[in-house]
């Protein structure tokens, strides 16, 4: 939900009333949510190893650039799709991957993916390989991971 304030507030944070307020300065508003907390299961425990694994790749800043103009130029072209971060497209990129190629994003490395030269090395070879969108210009997208 939109969060409305009188006095101007442009980045108030924090938990009140079991809702969470943050800003996000990419869509200019303070955004508010529930405050909840997910029962523990396999799944949780799965998704939070996956992710883990996935921030350990520790990306090049070249790779988060690229990232965030792909996200800019496919905001232009798809304007009832968001995917407002760079981040938010590298997860979409890695478990589109992950299903193409059959692998186990909890256990994937640097080495492996280099070794395997599978097609997130950059986001060209992404857009290429039907893991991400096409959108105008991705061939500039070259750095590496």
């Known amino acids: 939900m939109k969060v409305q304030f009188k006095n101007m507030l442009k980045a108030y944070s924090g938990t009140c009333d079991g809702l969470v307020y943050y800003y996000n300065p990419r869509i200019d508003k303070v955004v508010c949510r529930k405050n909840t907390r997910p029962k523990e299961s396999s799944s949780n425990r799965r998704l939070s190893a996956i992710s883990k694994n996935l921030k350990s790749l520790h990306v ?53 993916i280099y070794a395997n030269n599978l097609p997130c090395i950059s986001i060209a070879q992404s857009v290429e390989a039907g893991l991400l969108p096409h959108v105008d210009g991705y061939q500039r997208l070259m750095s590496n991971m």
């Open 60 to 112: 090049s800043d070249g790779y988060k650039e690229d990232l965030k103009l792909y996200v800019a130029m496919f905001e232009q072209k798809h304007h009832e799709d968001k995917l407002v971060t760079w981040s938010n497209a590298f997860n979409k990129l890695m478990f589109a991957m992950a299903k193409q190629n059959n692998l186990d994003l909890a256990i994937l490395t640097r080495e492996q």
